[in-house]
């Protein structure tokens, strides 16, 4: 027998697919994972320490840099865990102006997941640029809105900082003809192509169990079987007026994943055209003081971002700032299955896996 | 005792050969611009607009720059197989010119043998590339170097046997013999599966998606030449676009009739086909995800191999029949 001995590939942190500054430390026999160690902590910033230094409405900006890609949602979730804490009525424009805000960011997220994914699967450059085209419009309408296209800071404690722009309703209802035949466009390039069904197929299947076990959340969970969604389960803001459905697939491998994404686009553009119509008038931002005091006591609040549940554990002591703020990122349950995941695949396997996972660094390290 | 006729024959073949090299160099400019207009207008951007008409010029550029740029050699590299590796690569792609018909007179040596001259030649680049990887010393790169051996010697097989069936219908080696067989009707007519199994070993061959697991940017960085930059990495590239261009006009030649075709003069015949055929692999890699290593295997081992050998079959058989 010819003596042969495993060897270590440090896969990242300068990695194209590794999606920001993931580490894994991956053990290959040959082209075989053995092992699989993810390393993280190259993006840490202390989020949790520095909303403890800032006030409640200087901590919205910082919480766009959790998720960078679902911005909007990751304002959402603090200010409606703030807005629980403080017991404030928000104006039913502003309820309406958040929710198509918040699933124009989910589509926009969900694109980019897709994109990087095949890209990942070595469709080089075509599908990923498609998606950021279509992107490309939800972050015109944003800038539009707030004047930003990453890092939005567009979310109040009470509402949203200004009111939506001329013309934002007629730009939305475009955006949602325009995307719907896309979607069709993407079923032709990427969902019928073989190569692409044999490279996801089977992959990375994450059973329902080891879903649940893992505390796996968000699309990756609903791959695998459960229809589990925060806006259906705990709902929270105005979303039980509205009719969707919670897309599940039964195998949870990387090809579910993907699929979910895919079908989640279409509820996100169903409750987008069931919103758009009936935005009241009225303010958009409640009354609520300027130098903002939240009542001592503690409280947690969940939502659904784009990547699973995005929690916010508050304590309060009375005073301007948080005493503590905990953020429960979505991520990070769904990266700590990734060794099981890989545990045994070939190394082109692990980058499928780690696409379908979609994780995004930035709330990961906080 | 000056061996006159000797040294004539001498600097005409040396004239040939600049004359091969400076043909290969341009046309490689002007792929790699194609590729980066091709790609961009597949992926709805507008690819080079800057230097020259439509960015015409912007390889011409590059070029400069990637002669400019430092040459760097990683501390664990093995210096001499570094050294020789990207010379061994563009040596491999340029030989089988030598034998490419590239109209009716313009070719620089008809041989007897010239396909099997090209098969043997075009396949000594894997060496190179082997080379490369484990010269490196960096384990991306030994992972592309492995992987590409196996890959091209795995689709050198199907690739031969598809050939097979033409040499079989021309009963002949020689490029020129096997275009004028084609006179009344190309080969692709009679023999699409061989056609097919060629193109997709050719591009296989030739590293390009979906099989370009040996380069496999987001698996690999860039595989096999991941530390090579400068000049060494201009001839990978180089290398990598004279080899698209040598099997397409292997598959010109063998089954589209070559310089073959009316009102045009052949050169340009022979050019037009050989550049579709580039167009048609630009436009695979931008529209494919990329297959996995075994997949790859299986494909070539269970599917385009017992494919061939059934091709090969068929065609005696009407070949005895017809006698």
């Known amino acids: ?366 | 005792m000056i061996d006159i006729p000797f040294i004539l024959n001498f600097l005409w073949m040396c004239a040939k050969a600049a004359g091969l090299l400076g043909f290969v160099s341009i046309s490689v400019m002007f792929l790699i611009w194609l590729e980066r207009k091709v790609s961009a207008h597949i992926q709805s951007r507008l690819g080079p607009m800057i230097v020259g008409w439509h960015g015409c010029f912007q390889t011409i550029a590059d070029t400069i720059k990637l002669l400019l740029k430092e040459n760097i050699v990683t501390k664990e590299a093995d210096k001499l197989t570094f050294w020789f590796a990207p010379l061994v690569v563009f040596v491999a792609s340029f030989l089988p010119f030598v034998a490419i018909p590239f109209g009716r007179n313009l070719i620089a040596r008809d041989l007897n043998l010239g396909l099997l001259y090209i098969l043997a030649v075009s396949s000594l680049g894997v060496i190179g590339i082997f080379m490369a990887g484990w010269g490196s010393g960096n384990k991306y790169s030994l992972l592309g170097g492995m992987r590409t051996a196996a890959q091209i010697i795995s689709y050198e097989i199907p690739l031969v046997l598809s050939i097979l069936t033409v040499v079989m219908m021309a009963g002949s080696l020689s490029m020129t013999k096997i275009i004028e067989a084609q006179k009344g009707m190309w080969f692709i007519v009679y023999q699409p599966i061989a056609f097919l199994v060629y193109f997709i070993s050719a591009i296989a061959e030739v590293n390009r998606a979906p099989f370009d697991i040996a380069e496999a940017e987001s698996e690999l960085v860039a595989g096999f030449h991941t530390e090579y930059s400068g000049m060494k990495f201009a001839m990978f590239f180089l290398a990598e676009y004279t080899n698209m261009f040598v099997v397409s006009a292997i598959a010109a030649a063998l089954f589209l009739g070559g310089w073959q075709g009316p009102f045009l003069p052949g050169a340009a015949w022979f050019l037009l086909k050989v550049y579709f055929l580039i167009f048609v692999m630009m436009w695979v890699r931008w529209t494919f995800p990329r297959l996995r290593v075994d997949q790859l295997m299986h494909f070539a081992w269970k599917f385009l191999l017992p494919l061939a050998f059934l091709n090969i079959l068929v065609t005696a058989l009407v070949m005895v029949i017809k006698r």
Not at chain 1, 294 to 299: L, S
């Open chain 1, 1 to 366: 027998m010819l003596e042969t001995e495993a060897f270590e590939v440090s896969f990242g942190p300068q990695h194209p697919s590794t999606h920001g500054v993931l580490r894994l430390q991956l053990t290959l026999d040959g082209e075989v994972v053995v092992e699989c160690e993810p390393h993280i902590g190259y993006l840490h910033r202390d989020f949790e320490k520095i909303c403890e230094n800032r006030t409640y409405t200087q901590v919205i900006p910082y919480t766009d840099r959790l998720d960078y890609l679902g911005a909007m949602n990751n304002n959402f979730g603090y200010c409606l865990t703030v807005e629980k804490l403080l017991g404030v009525a928000i104006p039913e424009r502003a309820e309406y102006i958040r929710v198509i805000i918040a699933e124009l960011n989910r589509i926009a997220s969900h694109l980019l997941a897709i994109g990087t994914f095949v890209q990942d699967l070595g469709a080089f450059g075509t599908p990923l640029l498609y998606c950021f085209r279509e992107r490309e419009k939800i972050i015109d309408i944003f800038e539009a809105t707030c004047g930003n296209r990453l890092t939005y800071n567009y979310y109040r404690i009470g509402g949203v900082a200004q009111d939506i722009p001329d013309g934002f309703v007629e730009k939305v209802k475009g955006f949602i003809k325009y995307l719907r035949p896309k979607l069709k466009d993407y079923e032709d390039l990427m969902t019928n192509n073989a190569i692409l069904l044999v490279r996801t197929k089977g992959i990375g299947v994450l059973s329902r169990e080891m879903a649940l076990d893992y505390a796996i959340t968000g699309p990756n969970l609903r791959a695998s079987g459960v229809a589990f969604d925060l806006r259906k389960e705990d709902p929270y803001s105005i979303y039980p007026r509205f009719q969707f459905d919670v897309p599940t697939r039964a195998t949870g491998d990387a090809w579910d994943r993907y699929r979910v994404r895919m079908d989640e686009i279409e509820q996100c553009l169903r409750i987008i055209e069931q919103a758009i119509d009936n935005i009241p008038s009225g303010d958009f931002i409640a009354k609520v003081p300027k130098m903002l005091k939240v009542p001592a006591g503690e409280t947690y609040f969940r939502t659904e971002s784009p990547r699973g549940e995005l929690g916010f554990y508050l304590i309060s002591d009375g005073s301007n700032k948080p005493y503590r703020l905990k953020c429960r990122a979505p991520s990070f349950s769904n990266l700590a299955v990734i060794p099981d995941l890989v545990r045994g695949v070939k190394v082109a396997d692990v980058i499928a896996i780690l696409g379908s996972i979609d994780i995004v660094l930035g709330e990961i390290d906080r």
